[in-house]
């Protein structure tokens, strides 16, 4: 008879250990997962900040009239001398409605463009849920006057476009950016 219970209480114990460890394993499994989809966006959002960063420092580059054609908090339309050719181009970012971005699971990402030369945007990204711009004057004052701009304030968010187990990973960036072409 103690024998039986010996075995039973065997049984039991290396269940409960078998549990703890497929458990284990669970926990392993979505954490690597949520690392691998923060990891994933966090290497998307460094591509769009290396371009964001480059094209807001060449605002102005080039050009002999006004810099800007349209600026508010969630667009920007600059104009540039992309190719240091002479020919003054238009750069013009700006996010779109979050239907746009229907073919994602995530209902808050929308899609980021970036037209040049009002060409139709080849591959736009997908998984910004905010873009934000402000603009300062040469005291560090918010302003709008379009010929009082010296810096730009960058905030961008991103979420990853496919959630894993309902959760998203996300992303956030903000940066003041002044093109040394508006200092003059």
């Excluded at 409960?16 to 966090?42: A, E, P, R, V, W």
Aim: charged fraction near 20%; include cysteine.
């Amino acid at each position: 008879m103690d024998s039986h219970l010996a075995l039973i209480g065997s049984i039991v114990i290396g269940g409960l250990f078998l549990l703890g460890i497929l458990s284990y394993q669970s926990d392993l499994k979505d954490h690597s997962f949520n690392q691998t989809n923060k990891l994933i966006l966090q290497y998307s959002a460094m591509g769009i900040i290396d371009v964001l960063e480059e094209d807001f420092k060449a605002i102005g580059f080039g050009v002999a009239d006004s810099a800007f054609a349209v600026i508010d908090s969630n667009s920007i339309k600059y104009y540039v001398d992309l190719g240091a050719d002479g020919i003054t181009d238009s750069v013009r970012y700006f996010i779109s409605a979050t239907s746009a971005a229907s073919g994602t699971s995530n209902p808050r990402d929308r899609i980021l463009y970036r037209i040049v030369n009002d060409e139709p945007q080849v591959d736009a990204v997908c998984g910004v849920t905010s873009f934000n711009l402000k603009y300062f004057d040469d005291s560090g004052n918010e302003t709008t006057v379009v010929s009082e701009i010296k810096t730009i304030e960058v905030t961008i968010e991103l979420e990853s476009p496919e959630p894993y187990d309902g959760n998203v990973a996300s992303f956030f960036w903000r940066k003041k950016i002044t093109p040394p072409s508006l200092l003059f």
